[in-house]
Structure formats: structure tokens, C-alpha cells
């Protein structure tokens, strides 16, 4: 995995080709990633860019199937939504955990957290800019 842009399609192949009750609902990614996109741009995932934005788009795709339109997934009932949240979610945070990134692990596990803890108070409007925000400081982005 090298490059960013790619990174949603990258992910929606490995779904596909991973042969789970996810593949079948697998769809072509509608836009370019953005968050992972910002990830990348910094000194800080310089070294591994790509799979900086793959694995940022992976947890932010966890966070759409649990709270979200889903960019990758169609025609899927909310119990599979919720298991396939958990999955990329859990995905993600093994390749950073696997890049030794554990500063990385700490930023995107108290966003989950936050996220839900917004939801769960039916506060979710500053979300879009908690991620952007979780995107600059793994990638050492200035705001």
C-alpha cells in the first residue's frame, strides 16, 4: 500500500477478497479519501503514507457503519453494519498496532470513544471536526 488516494479502493479489494459476510456488500468507493489523505501529507507518516490513510479510512469507515452512510458497503442489514463497524475498526488498529504506532492506536481509540460518547448524548455535531483534528495530530499536522 503506497498510495493514499488509493487507499478506500485498496481497502474495499481486501474486503472483497477476504471471503467474510462483509465481501458480497462491498461497493466501489464514491470519493477520494480525505481523511486519509490529510493523515498522509504529514512528517510524522511520512515513512508509510499509504498505510497511514488506508488504516485512518478504515476506522473512519468502522465509524460510518455504526453511525453513518457507509461509503463502502451496500445492501447490508444493521446487525452486519454494526459487526462490520467493529471489524474495521479492529482492522485498523491492528495495522497501526503492527507499525509499532502506538501513539497512532491511543489518538484513534479515544476518538471511538468520543464519538460514541457524542452519539450517546445526541451531540454529534463537532464529530466531523474531532476526526479531522485526530488526522493532524497522528499525522503532526499543524491545525
Do not use: K
Not at 495495522?95 to 460518547?117: E, F, K, N, P
Not at 464529530?127 to 497522528?138: C, K, T, V
Amino acid at each position: 500500500m503506497s498510495d493514499p488516494v488509493a487507499a478506500l479502493r485498496d481497502l474495499a479489494a481486501q474486503l472483497r477478497a477476504e471471503d467474510t459476510p462483509i465481501s458480497p456488500h462491498v461497493v466501489d468507493p464514491p470519493s477520494a479519501p480525505s481523511l486519509g489523505a490529510l493523515v498522509a501529507a504529514g512528517p510524522r507518516t511520512a515513512a508509510n503514507p499509504g498505510e497511514y490513510a488506508l488504516v485512518v479510512e478504515a476506522v473512519h469507515e468502522g465509524y460510518l457503519l455504526h453511525y453513518g452512510e457507509p461509503r463502502l458497503l451496500a445492501g447490508h442489514d444493521p446487525d452486519l453494519a454494526l459487526l462490520a463497524g467493529d471489524y474495521l475498526y479492529a482492522l485498523g488498529l491492528d495495522r497501526l498496532a503492527a507499525l509499532g504506532d502506538d501513539r497512532a492506536v491511543s489518538i484513534l481509540g479515544d476518538l471511538i470513544s468520543r464519538c460514541a460518547q457524542l452519539h450517546a448524548d445526541g451531540d454529534p455535531d463537532p464529530i466531523p471536526d474531532l476526526w479531522r483534528a485526530a488526522a493532524r495530530e497522528i499525522a503532526e499536522v499543524p491545525a
